[in-house]
């Protein structure tokens, strides 16, 4: 292979090679621009999905640094001591699905909200309603089996995988505040 052969094999490359190292610093560029404001959006909307399980919280929430049981990924209380805001994650019929729950002070719920999921639309979304959620609220213990002193939580037909990741994510939740001590 002479020089001028070389040359051409060795000149693309180069060129190549050049265009990806420009793409890969602007990309790296642009996430260290864009990070911080995703972080920040990322954290107002989660503050926000606190304040509705919660609102006596009135939407001002500090992450309690605490032992975490099976299944929690985080512990929040509000700043006005109104309650704690648990999210917890169960498997779903189509994958982890993630779910926040509110308790107040007493260690009633205040509300039930499904923040992440892969459930099929229409079937498995059919245990997100707040109609079905709306059972939850108020209660301070909750079971499958007929138990006087747990309010009973009814599956969805056709969305029992679903349900069934719901309830069990609100059981763990509420274990976690009894592990805290919060509530009553």
């Known amino acids: 292979m002479n020089a001028s052969e070389r040359k051409e094999m060795i000149a693309p490359t180069l060129v190549l090679f050049l265009i990806c190292l420009v793409i890969t610093v602007a990309l790296a560029g642009t996430y260290q621009v864009t990070k911080p404001i995703i972080d920040e959006i990322n954290i107002k909307n989660a503050n926000i999905a606190r304040g509705e399980v919660l609102p ?5 929430f500090t992450q309690l640094e605490t032992e975490l049981s099976e299944g929690i990924l985080e512990v929040y209380e509000a700043d006005n001591k109104a309650g704690y805001v648990i999210t917890a994650q169960d498997k779903g019929f189509g994958g982890k699905m993630t779910v926040m729950v509110g308790i107040n002070d007493l260690g009633e719920i205040t509300g039930v909200k499904v923040t992440g999921h892969a459930e099929t639309p229409g079937l498995g979304t059919k245990a997100m309603t707040a109609d079905y959620l709306s059972q939850y609220q108020g209660e301070v213990a909750v079971t499958r089996t007929n ?6 939580i009814d ?4 969305a029992t995988v679903s349900s069934n990741a719901i309830f069990r994510a609100v059981e763990a939740s509420l274990a976690q505040i009894e592990k805290i001590g919060g509530g009553r």
């Open 155 to 158: 599956a969805v037909t056709g």
């Open 56 to 60: 006596e919280g009135e939407g001002a």
């Open 147 to 152: 138990e006087s002193d747990k309010t009973q």
